[in-house]
């Protein structure tokens, strides 16, 4: 009988030191810099935002940007092609890819369509596109690290196109990804949308984030305070700056207004480092992070997204 126990009790110790190193081979190893390539061509035709020679980003502009019904024409029109060209990359999400390669697909796709890709030269930021993988919160340089199984990455695409811009972003799964990161994407889309459907005139910015910040407190996810949504059109950022966390911010909507609004949430801390390439944001304890954005209309009866698929 005793001798029954001992083979029980140290099958039952090998068990669990099995189950530990399958726990700990599951863990994803932190995110490294990869290698930067030059910066993409933008041919002379294509028309620039006013940073894209100097790659001196204007400072905060305070005033909402309110379009007549010209000015939401080319909203629309930067809105769809931003929106194409979110979806378009996220096509190209598999293991084995680069962000530098996506970085290339978008850049040609967006050049193409007669466009400029906003990110590129804003605040000298080297790059056409956004990829944030896994604890990187926003921000994310393209480079030569490759997508691997169990990965997420947050594809943020900005156009430039005639004179305005549309934003928009997601996340997108890098093929088997477990269960607790894959529900902490479907809650942070899930957040957007409630937060989206509050919006109409007349409605204070500050609902925003209480509505946002109630649906992840559910899930006991954190939520990013440092990183905003904001105006947009003719200039890439601007008031009214839109907090995705409980807040008493002044300000209500107002018929053709555009902004947008893009929770970051994540599974542990909300602490937050910068890499020294003074872009790259990550989860201070290596916690995944998922955002969302789109770009809002505010109309005379409620709200259009002008970046859905």
Known sequence: ???????????ELLFSKQKEAEEEKKKKKRLQQGQVSRKLHVPKHIERPPYAESGVSPPWDDSFQIHDEAAV?????????????????????????????I???????????????????????????????????????????????????NI?????????????????????????????????????????AICSPGVEFKKIGKTIHDYADRYKYGVVRHFVGHGIGRMFHSGPAIMHHRNNGPGVMLPGMTFTIEPMLTIGSIEEVMWD????????????????????LITETGVEILTAP
């Open 277 to 296: 390439d003074n872009w790259t944001v990550v989860t201070a304890d290596g916690s995944f992070s998922a955002q969302f954005e789109h770009t809002l």
């Open 156 to 196: 943020d695409v900005t156009v430039y196109l005639n004179g305005y811009h549309g934003d928009t972003s997601r996340t997108f799964l890098v093929g088997n990804v477990t269960p607790e990161v894959q529900q902490l994407v479907r809650v942070t889309k899930e957040a957007l949308d409630k937060a989206i």
């Open 103 to 153: 970085d290339k697909a978008v850049h040609k796709m967006i050049i193409d369509a007669g466009a400029y890709p906003s990110p590129l030269n804003y605040g000298k930021f080297p790059k056409s596109v956004c990829t944030s993988v896994n604890e990187c919160i926003c921000h994310g340089i393209p480079d030569s690290r490759p997508l691997e199984d169990g990965d997420i990455i």
């Open 73 to 101: 024409q080319r909203m629309r029109a930067s809105g769809k092609l931003a929106a194409e060209v979110r979806d378009y990359a996220g096509t190209l999400v598999k293991p084995g890819i680069t962000t530098d390669e």
């Open 1 to 11: 009988m005793v001798e029954a126990r001992k083979r029980s009790g140290f099958a």
